[in-house]
């Protein structure tokens, strides 16, 4: 379905197996991005307080800062084994997680769900460097990542509802599933010979570290996801205790924050390779500072709140879509290197943030957490900015 939106200029090993990518890494992302809408939920069948899960999910991040370590193993093995590889490690942390009967041992299941997933997440930006030229990567970064809107408007909502239905515990089961299924899926189409390389990836540069154009976007990075993790991991305590919401609606929610995020995906697809990267992430942060800073002064009305948290999701989407070429070429000839640096940054955003804005709304509620997303938003703009002038 999604080869139509790639030409003929596109070498056709891309084309044949965007969409079967894209459907695998939806499963992938559906698994990892339950947790934070329903953080509630899942902290009142473990008997634990949010707070508690704001830690646990903080500690599970934080295996994020091994993806460079993580980067350095994709370098050396084929695309198609370390993918493999990391959607069975998904699959087993999703039943870990199932199987998990308090904060410590839902933190452990959740740490080997993420860290599988990167080496998943990796290897497929990886795989994408080596076949796709950089000036056109845009085009398909974009489209297989409305995988990440679609784990949230499809996958989460689908679990959700299983959560309804059962409980949190099936619901991760139910994502377990899927990843396998795909994993089987996506085995059987991936050629297990060499890649034709792309012009970046032909070209191995001796010099892996980060130049400060590098230390920049990755800066970039950081910001942008302790923004969103911020409103992630309390708007659905928020919608639940503000506004009574229950968990079949929160899933609806979820739905229709999948929805804006599949445009927003659907929009960098289409856009970021004219305007710039950089540029382009540097618009979607002018966007995400304003939506937050309303949602601080206007969380007591339901209505309003939903259309700044959709805003605020849909611009952080397309800010972090728009970023994700970049990490390929931060390290010449080293795909993986790069964007396993990237990943880093990103995850101890998210582990940053998850803490205190859990304590925070638990506190004093909504407001101070989308005062924390609105500045962490404008550091990733600076970031970009002073990216783009280091560049040029």
């Known amino acids: 379905?999604?080869?139509?939106?790639?030409d003929d200029s596109y070498a056709d090993v891309v084309r044949s197996n965007v969409t079967?990518?894209?459907a695998t890494r939806l499963a992938a992302n559906a698994a990892y991005r339950y947790a934070p809408p329903f953080l509630a939920t899942i902290a009142r069948g473990l008997d634990v307080e949010l707070s508690d899960l704001g830690v646990a999910l903080a500690v599970a991040e934080l295996c994020g800062l091994a993806s460079p370590l993580i980067g350095r193993l994709v370098d050396r093995l084929p695309r198609r084994t370390s993918m493999i590889a990391g959607l069975i490690g998904t699959a087993?942390?999703?039943?870990?997680?199932?199987a998990s009967g308090g904060a410590v041992s839902f933190a452990a299941g959740l740490f080997a769900l993420s860290l599988a997933k990167?080496?998943?997440?990796?290897?497929?930006?990886?795989?994408?460097?080596?076949?796709v030229p950089y000036e056109r990567r845009g085009r398909v970064v974009g489209l297989t990542e409305t995988s990440?809107?679609?784990?949230?408007?499809?996958?989460?909502?689908?679990m959700g509802l299983v959560t309804a239905a059962t409980s949190w515990r099936w619901g991760y089961v139910t994502g377990a599933v899927g990843v396998a299924v795909m994993a089987v899926v996506l085995a059987g189409r991936l050629d297990r010979s060499a890649p034709t390389t792309s012009s970046s990836a032909a070209t191995v540069d001796p010099v892996t570290r980060l130049p400060a154009s590098g230390w920049l976007a990755v800066a970039g990075v950081f910001g942008l996801m302790a923004s969103s993790q911020s409103l992630f991991v309390t708007f659905g305590a928020w919608?639940?205790?503000?506004?009574?919401?229950t968990t079949a609606a929160l899933a609806g929610v979820?739905?229709?924050?999948?929805?804006?995020?599949?445009?927003?995906?659907s929009l960098s697809a289409v856009r970021t390779d004219r305007w710039g990267k950089e540029r382009s992430v540097?618009?979607?942060?002018?966007v995400m500072v304003p939506a937050a800073l309303a949602l601080s002064l206007l969380d007591s009305q339901l209505a309003m709140g939903l259309v700044l948290l959709g805003i605020f999701i849909a611009a952080f989407e397309f800010c972090i879509v728009s970023a994700i070429p970049i990490g390929s070429e931060l390290v010449p000839g080293r795909p993986a290197r790069g964007l396993g640096a990237m990943i880093a940054f990103g995850t101890l955003g998210r582990a940053l943030s998850a803490v205190p804005a859990t304590r925070l709304y638990d506190e004093l509620g909504l407001t101070p957490a989308a005062l924390v997303a609105a500045g962490c938003a404008a550091l990733a703009g600076v970031a970009m900015v002073a990216r783009r002038r280091v560049l040029s």
């Open 1 to 6: 379905m999604l080869r139509r939106a790639l």
């Open 20 to 22: 079967a990518i894209t």
């Open 92 to 98: 087993s942390g999703a039943l870990l997680v199932s």
């Open 118 to 131: 990167l080496v998943f997440d990796v290897a497929m930006g990886s795989w994408i460097a080596e076949h």
């Open 148 to 158: 990440w809107a679609l784990g949230l408007l499809v996958g989460v909502s689908l």
């Open 239 to 245: 919608l639940e205790d503000e506004f009574g919401v």
């Open 254 to 265: 979820t739905f229709g924050l999948g929805a804006l995020e599949l445009g927003a995906s």
């Open 282 to 286: 540097v618009a979607g942060t002018m």
